[in-house]
């Protein structure tokens, strides 16, 4: 019994990739009808939002370094972009159309295998903070997905890369639908 709680406690706290403030955002322009809908295929999900992660070696404080000093310089350039209240992302983010930074995960954490962080992107910005940050990145390698629900498809199928390519631990994914939310795959907040 107590290994099926753990277990099962392990699935909760690691399910998968997305963060509460996607969810909101999600739940903000999601259709009705198709909320509660896990049968719902992933092939032609609607993307609502992206992330941009930036990619790094934890143990090389060079890189460390560099990568901090990457994250600053993109909050700074993007600074009218992002909500001036909040520029990390939570979840009671505020406006859903800004950007915002998630925390710097220094170690391997979810589907990563390294050190990472990531920005929330609006589908209205992609174009503009994809391109600053591949042109700035340095050795630094980027990795870039939607978030529709579909979180097998949106990491490993609509995933690109600019540098190395990190393999991706899809094994903690728990949603693979459209709209779905990991640790609770059936149902999207209200």
């Not at 706290?13 to 896990?38: A, I, Q, R």
């Not at 993109?74 to 520029?87: C, G, H, M, S, Y």
């Not at 390294?114 to 903070?129: G, H, K, V």
Request: charged share 25%; glycine share 4%; with cysteine.
């Amino acid at each position: 019994m107590l290994t099926v709680f753990l277990a099962a406690l392990l699935v909760v706290c690691t399910s998968g990739h997305y963060h509460d403030y996607d969810w909101k955002v999600m739940n903000k322009t999601f259709p009705e009808e198709l909320k509660n809908e896990e049968n719902e295929p992933c092939d032609n999900a609607k993307i609502y939002s992206y992330h941009i992660h930036v990619l790094f070696w934890q143990n090389n404080e060079e890189r460390v370094i560099s990568a901090e000093t990457l994250r600053k310089n993109f909050i700074e350039n993007f600074k009218e972009k992002f909500n001036q209240e909040k520029i990390n992302c939570t979840i009671s983010a505020g406006d859903p159309a800004r950007m915002c930074s998630f925390e710097v995960d220094k170690d391997p954490a979810g589907p990563f295998t390294t050190a990472q962080y990531s920005f929330f992107i609006p589908p209205d910005r992609l174009q503009e903070t994809s391109m600053w940050m591949l042109q700035n990145k340095g050795v630094h390698d980027v990795f870039i997905h939607p978030n529709s629900g579909c979180e097998t498809h949106d990491h490993t199928k609509w995933n690109t890369f600019s540098g190395a390519k990190w393999p991706i631990d899809d094994s903690v994914f728990t949603c693979n639908h459209p709209g779905c939310k990991p640790g609770n795959p059936r149902v999207i907040e209200s």
